[in-house]
């Protein structure tokens, strides 16, 4: 009995005798060739015993894994297919098959690029779940015969973080056709091409999209430049920009099905003879809460009314706390534009208060109007920039005579909405639109031990890539101090450090101050969860970073750390970096740096301050990685010594002299 017992307990202990962890495969070959014979071994490799594994023998080895769940990590580099499709070629050919759970995981992506040659889409996926993070799918096209996915079709469960999907084609979804349940977070859909949805089409599953970036994408025959949904879609705190549709819905068009869009900017997006230059409602419905909906246009004429927002029969389009304004359809005699802001009076959007409408007249409304505007406003909007969020949007200016009681600031399902696009607080009277224009970023519960800085380190899901077409590597959720970018560069690119310059750790992307003499980025923390501890002078800090510069030259950055009352006085100042040439021995590195002290009473915000200043150049060299900022768990010793940390720490440090 004793021995069955410890048999038993020690069967318990081992667990299942079938379980095995899943593998996990590490391509080291940019050639793309099929994996070998035996492809249920557990081994990437393109032959029997030569120890090669391509992306694509590592899709196969782990499409063939029991139970599924292999994981494959793609270095840097540029991976392209080459092999066209062929009938019954299965995954040996064309696109990428995926089809067992897995996960797929890149360097970033600008680090990481899988090109499909425009032979075949890049990827197909058919399971449940997959994950492809940090990297880049581009030129991938629908092959002849199909008309779905030019750079993925997803008919499994597919989710992507940290990915751009760029400068792909097909006849339905340029960049991604969907027809499962789809996620993106953190993601740019940019400068894909199709005859309806160039950048996602989504029928008839799921489709969510969130923190992202919808740019630059074109349906050249149909509808929905952007986007074309016929599935149950929810898009939150994204970015939907200069998109372009020959027919109707530049920015989105829904073809049926159910599109919630929350805490979005849709502006500068084009569409032409059928109108809706943000959006066209031609079946389903479609509810805009909390968006700015700002120069779209009709370019061509067709009927009136439908510069912005386009309804048509049959269709529900409705529009609750937004900002619309600024939108144009072709002036009648063709000579020119006029303003047209939403709906028709044959086929009206849906309001359900709190709209502000830039030109009244050209708004048709039915529903509850109490509180919009019954003539024209100017809503005071700021250019779009990056101002705290993923990507950029558009800050207003004014003062807050458009706020509205908390009462009404819900979702779709009425709860109360705790943020704005940028993830930033809507505390008390939020505001119309996207954006809530006095407000900081309440990081989420508990604040000890979590890291508050968000993209401290240029990379991971905060996407090291630009999102306006100029060549600018804006960094995420930095808000811009001067109008220049603090930007973000892969270690190893020509010119710029190696990874082996920066501490160990560090990871594939850094902060660099671009082609500015002085470029500040900065955040806004709030912290005031935790008021009595920091008025009992227990809260503690520590701050830290990595901060170089290149060769002999002494450009430098550092971070600055205001800590801000309730009545908006600085209580306290901490900064680190600053590092000069003699620092870093007159070699390009950067250094570790780090301070630890106890929050000053009386602080409600934190503010960081990322600063890159040139000495010397054409470019400002100033580097930062691994930037964070933790409030620790408290211990005796540090209780014991708040008094004088504190002191020491509210001191901002003198900044380190230049070698000349």
């Given at each position: 009995m004793k021995l069955f017992l410890r048999l038993v307990f020690l069967a318990s202990a081992l667990g299942p005798a079938s379980a095995v962890a899943a593998p996990t495969f590490v391509v080291d070959s940019l050639v793309d060739a099929?994996?070998?014979?035996?492809?249920?071994?557990?081994?990437?490799?393109?032959?029997?015993?030569?120890?090669?594994?391509?992306?694509?023998?590592a899709v196969m080895e782990a499409n063939a894994v029991a139970g599924g769940g292999a994981t494959i990590r793609l270095p840097a580099g540029v991976y392209v297919l080459t092999r066209p499709p062929t009938e019954g070629g299965g995954a040996a050919n064309g696109d990428l098959d995926l089809a067992a759970p897995l996960t797929i995981l890149g360097a970033g992506p600008s680090a990481t690029i899988i090109d499909g040659s425009d032979l075949d889409r890049v990827f197909?996926?058919?399971?449940?779940?997959?994950?492809?993070?940090?990297?880049?799918?581009?030129?991938?096209?629908?092959?002849?015969?199909?008309?779905?996915?030019?750079?993925?079709?997803?008919?499994?469960?597919?989710?992507?973080?940290?990915?751009?999907?760029?400068?792909?084609?097909?006849?339905?979804?340029?960049?991604?056709?969907?027809?499962?349940?789809?996620?993106?977070?953190?993601?740019?859909?940019?400068?894909?091409?199709?005859?309806?949805?160039?950048?996602?089409?989504?029928?008839?599953?799921?489709?969510?999209?969130?923190?992202?970036?919808?740019?630059?994408?074109?349906?050249?025959?149909?509808?929905?430049?952007?986007?074309?949904?016929?599935?149950?879609?929810?898009?939150e705190r994204t970015?939907?920009?200069q998109n372009y549709a020959e027919e109707g819905g530049g920015g989105i068009a829904g073809v049926a099905g159910e599109l919630i869009v929350l805490n979005s900017t849709l502006h500068d997006n084009e569409a032409g003879t059928a109108g809706g230059g943000a959006v066209l409602a031609k079946a389903g419905e479609i509810q805009l809460i909390h968006a700015t909906v700002t120069e779209n246009r009709q370019t061509l004429l067709g009927p009136p009314g439908r510069g912005g927002l386009a309804v048509e029969p049959g269709a529900s389009l409705s529009l609750r706390n937004s900002v619309v304004a600024g939108n144009l359809a072709p002036n009648g005699a063709g000579t020119g534009y006029v303003a047209s802001e939403c709906g028709s009076f044959e086929n009206p959007a849906l309001s359900g208060d709190y709209n502000l409408i830039g030109d009244r007249a050209s708004c048709f409304l039915t529903g509850a109007l109490a509180h919009v505007n019954a003539s024209d406003v100017d809503p005071q909007l700021l250019p779009l920039a990056p101002n705290g969020g993923f990507a950029r949007d558009r800050a207003g200016s004014g003062?807050?005579?458009?706020?509205?009681?908390?009462?009404?600031?819900?979702?779709?399902?009425?709860?109360?909405?705790?943020?704005?696009?940028?993830?930033?607080?809507?505390?008390?009277?939020?505001?119309?639109?996207?954006?809530?224009?006095?407000?900081?970023?309440?990081?989420?519960?508990?604040?000890?031990?979590?890291?508050?800085?968000?993209?401290?380190?240029?990379?991971?899901?905060?996407?090291?890539?630009?999102t306006d077409g100029t060549g600018s590597q804006a960094a995420p959720y930095w808000s811009r101090v001067f109008d220049v970018d603090l930007t973000q560069i892969a270690y190893g690119a020509p010119g710029y450090p190696l990874l082996g310059d920066a501490p160990a750790g560090s990871g594939s992307y850094f902060f660099a101050g671009g082609l500015s003499a002085l470029t500040s980025a900065f955040q806004l923390i709030d912290i005031s969860e935790l008021a009595a501890e920091i008025d009992a002078g227990t809260l503690a800090f520590t701050l830290e970073g990595a901060f170089g510069g290149a060769a002999n030259e002494d450009d430098d950055a550092s971070l600055h750390v205001r800590f801000v009352d309730a009545t908006e006085l600085t209580v306290g100042m901490v900064t680190i970096g600053g590092f000069t040439a003699a620092d870093r021995g007159g070699v390009t590195r950067l250094l570790h740096d780090a301070e630890r002290g106890f929050v000053p009473a009386g602080a409600r915000t934190v503010e960081l301050i990322l600063e890159s200043q040139r000495a010397a150049g054409d470019h400002n060299d100033g580097y930062a990685d691994d930037l964070s900022l933790v409030l620790p768990e408290p211990s005796?010793?540090?209780?014991?010594?708040?008094?004088i940390l504190t002191t020491l720490a509210m001191r901002p440090r003198p900044r380190r002299a230049r070698a000349r």
């Amino acid at each position: 009995m004793k021995l069955f017992l410890r048999l038993v307990f020690l069967a318990s202990a081992l667990g299942p005798a079938s379980a095995v962890a899943a593998p996990t495969f590490v391509v080291d070959s940019l050639v793309d060739a099929p994996g070998g014979a035996n492809l249920s071994d557990g081994v990437c490799e393109t032959a029997p015993g030569n120890g090669v594994c391509t992306l694509r023998a590592a899709v196969m080895e782990a499409n063939a894994v029991a139970g599924g769940g292999a994981t494959i990590r793609l270095p840097a580099g540029v991976y392209v297919l080459t092999r066209p499709p062929t009938e019954g070629g299965g995954a040996a050919n064309g696109d990428l098959d995926l089809a067992a759970p897995l996960t797929i995981l890149g360097a970033g992506p600008s680090a990481t690029i899988i090109d499909g040659s425009d032979l075949d889409r890049v990827f197909a996926s058919q399971s449940d779940p997959v994950l492809l993070r940090g990297l880049t799918v581009r030129n991938g096209k629908t092959p002849s015969g199909e008309f779905c996915g030019g750079g993925i079709l997803n008919d499994g469960n597919l989710s992507l973080e940290n990915v751009v999907v760029t400068d792909n084609e097909g006849l339905v979804g340029g960049g991604i056709c969907s027809g499962g349940a789809l996620e993106l977070r953190h993601c740019i859909v940019e400068d894909n091409r199709a005859e309806t949805g160039g950048g996602i089409a989504g029928s008839p599953g799921s489709v969510r999209i969130a923190d992202s970036a919808i740019v630059r994408n074109s349906a050249g025959v149909g509808s929905g430049g952007g986007i074309a949904n016929a599935a149950a879609m929810r898009i939150e705190r994204t970015l939907i920009e200069q998109n372009y549709a020959e027919e109707g819905g530049g920015g989105i068009a829904g073809v049926a099905g159910e599109l919630i869009v929350l805490n979005s900017t849709l502006h500068d997006n084009e569409a032409g003879t059928a109108g809706g230059g943000a959006v066209l409602a031609k079946a389903g419905e479609i509810q805009l809460i909390h968006a700015t909906v700002t120069e779209n246009r009709q370019t061509l004429l067709g009927p009136p009314g439908r510069g912005g927002l386009a309804v048509e029969p049959g269709a529900s389009l409705s529009l609750r706390n937004s900002v619309v304004a600024g939108n144009l359809a072709p002036n009648g005699a063709g000579t020119g534009y006029v303003a047209s802001e939403c709906g028709s009076f044959e086929n009206p959007a849906l309001s359900g208060d709190y709209n502000l409408i830039g030109d009244r007249a050209s708004c048709f409304l039915t529903g509850a109007l109490a509180h919009v505007n019954a003539s024209d406003v100017d809503p005071q909007l700021l250019p779009l920039a990056p101002n705290g969020g993923f990507a950029r949007d558009r800050a207003g200016s004014g003062p807050t005579v458009r706020a509205i009681p908390s009462a009404s600031c819900t979702d779709e399902l009425g709860a109360p909405l705790r943020e704005d696009q940028r993830g930033y607080a809507r505390t008390g009277a939020c505001d119309i639109g996207a954006v809530q224009v006095a407000s900081s970023y309440v990081p989420p519960s508990p604040l000890r031990g979590a890291e508050l800085i968000r993209n401290g380190g240029a990379e991971g899901n905060e996407l090291g890539r630009a999102t306006d077409g100029t060549g600018s590597q804006a960094a995420p959720y930095w808000s811009r101090v001067f109008d220049v970018d603090l930007t973000q560069i892969a270690y190893g690119a020509p010119g710029y450090p190696l990874l082996g310059d920066a501490p160990a750790g560090s990871g594939s992307y850094f902060f660099a101050g671009g082609l500015s003499a002085l470029t500040s980025a900065f955040q806004l923390i709030d912290i005031s969860e935790l008021a009595a501890e920091i008025d009992a002078g227990t809260l503690a800090f520590t701050l830290e970073g990595a901060f170089g510069g290149a060769a002999n030259e002494d450009d430098d950055a550092s971070l600055h750390v205001r800590f801000v009352d309730a009545t908006e006085l600085t209580v306290g100042m901490v900064t680190i970096g600053g590092f000069t040439a003699a620092d870093r021995g007159g070699v390009t590195r950067l250094l570790h740096d780090a301070e630890r002290g106890f929050v000053p009473a009386g602080a409600r915000t934190v503010e960081l301050i990322l600063e890159s200043q040139r000495a010397a150049g054409d470019h400002n060299d100033g580097y930062a990685d691994d930037l964070s900022l933790v409030l620790p768990e408290p211990s005796g010793w540090l209780l014991g010594a708040a008094a004088i940390l504190t002191t020491l720490a509210m001191r901002p440090r003198p900044r380190r002299a230049r070698a000349r």
